[in-house]
């Protein structure tokens, strides 16, 4: 990464995938990076940011005919005011300021949200596995323990599952979910759509201090023990508002797996990506902003698909919730009959398939299936024909 005008190096510039930001990467102090992502998004946009440069977005096809020598165009900003970011200091107390005003940045009464649901597993290059579901999310004050949440499923489809199946992996699971049904939340929800809600880090921090966004949580603060290195990656304008991105990680430098942005106005967190485990796993998660207060705009997880003994990176689970403007008013409350058991499988043929629901669905339409996963996927037969198969009779 270089500078258009004098060709010296770009320091630390961010790289993602435009529709998939989990694929991400940072740049060194020579400008230099690597950036790894499966080969079915090659026909995918690659955005690069650096503060003092204009973003660039470039097909992730084009990057290899640039002989790894990409030009960034200087940026001039001309602002009423200027916010510098000093040294680690300030960024850890930025991100202090942020934990300490979720309480009011984010949901303090009941809301429903219309949300898209979407997984998808891989195999090595190859994918294996498509669940898309409609559903309603009624959740309560984040101030409140989540105990009330409730999920409501519209509609449901499925391809049919490619990998490899280990019968032995199928009976651990439904043990979970049996201990789960008999201990009620002590292993948290084996129902993966509302496990994915609920890797909204946000939900229930503002009452409990120890988990990741709590005050006195380790994830961002750091401890004598394992300290938190951060990194100053870069800012946005949007509109009158500057959102600053900061790395964090265990490791110094922080390599850009895990980042927070955070808006200067009200120190909310609007947008941010944790990376676990070696990168096995990744949460992200996209917030707006409705009269004042912060709801998901997106949630996405990443994580070790458990389907065989041959566990390993290759084969992922992919699942991602997109979700409407929230609602406030006049709710019409999801009844406990009607809502989505905290262990239950949905995966099942327990469900008709709809096909006049999914062709007016409105949030499938703004978020269409990448061709690449539609070409792995219908080797055999097309994904209607699919669909049609592994719905309820």
Do not use: C
């Amino acid at each position: 990464m270089t500078d258009k005008e004098d060709s010296s190096p770009v320091q630390f510039a961010y790289l993602y995938l435009k529709n998939y930001p989990d694929f991400s990467a940072l740049a060194d102090e020579r400008g230099e990076f690597k950036f790894f992502f499966p080969s079915q998004f090659m026909d995918e946009i690659v955005v690069i940011s650096s503060i003092g440069y204009q973003k660039l977005e470039l097909p992730v096809s084009s990057l290899s005919k640039t002989g790894n020598i990409i030009g960034l165009q200087r940026q001039l900003l001309s602002l009423n005011e200027v916010t510098v970011m000093p040294e680690d200091h300030s960024m850890e107390e930025m991100i202090s300021h942020a934990i300490d005003n979720i309480p009011k940045n984010y949901p303090d009464k009941r809301h429903q949200l219309k949300g898209f649901y979407r997984k998808v597993s891989t195999n090595y290059e190859e994918f294996t596995k498509l669940v898309e579901a409609a559903v309603v999310v009624e959740d309560v004050s984040y101030l409140k323990e989540g105990s009330a949440l409730r999920v409501k499923l519209e509609s449901l489809r499925q391809s049919d599952e490619l990998g490899e199946v280990d019968s032995t992996m199928t009976i651990l699971k439904q043990r979970i979910r049996e201990q789960i049904k008999s201990t009620g939340s002590a292993l948290g929800p084996s129902n993966e759509i509302i496990g994915t809600y609920q890797h909204n880090g946000f939900r229930g921090d503002a009452y409990n201090s120890k988990t990741w966004f709590g005050k006195d949580g380790d994830r961002f603060m750091g401890i004598p023990e394992l300290p938190t290195y951060r990194r100053f990656m870069g800012e946005e304008i949007i509109g009158n508002d500057t959102i600053y991105q900061i790395a964090i990680s265990t490791k110094d430098p922080p390599n850009g797996s895990s980042y927070l942005k955070i808006n200067s106005r009200n120190h909310a967190i609007v947008e941010y990506q944790i990376g676990y485990l070696s990168g096995e796993y990744q949460t992200f998660a996209k917030f707006r902003e409705v009269d004042g207060v912060y709801y998901p705009e997106m949630i996405s997880i990443k994580e070790l698909r458990l389907i065989n003994r041959d566990v390993g990176t290759h084969q992922m689970d992919i699942s991602t919730f997109w979700f409407d403007m929230p609602m406030t008013e006049d709710l019409k409350k999801i009844r406990a009959k009607d809502a989505l058991g905290r262990d239950e499988e949905v995966e099942f043929n327990d469900y008709e398939l709809d096909s006049s629901f999914w062709k007016a669905y409105d949030l499938i339409k703004k978020h269409p299936l990448d061709s690449a996963i539609i070409r792995s996927l219908e080797k055999n037969k097309s994904l209607e024909q699919q669909f049609k198969r592994n719905a309820k009779d």
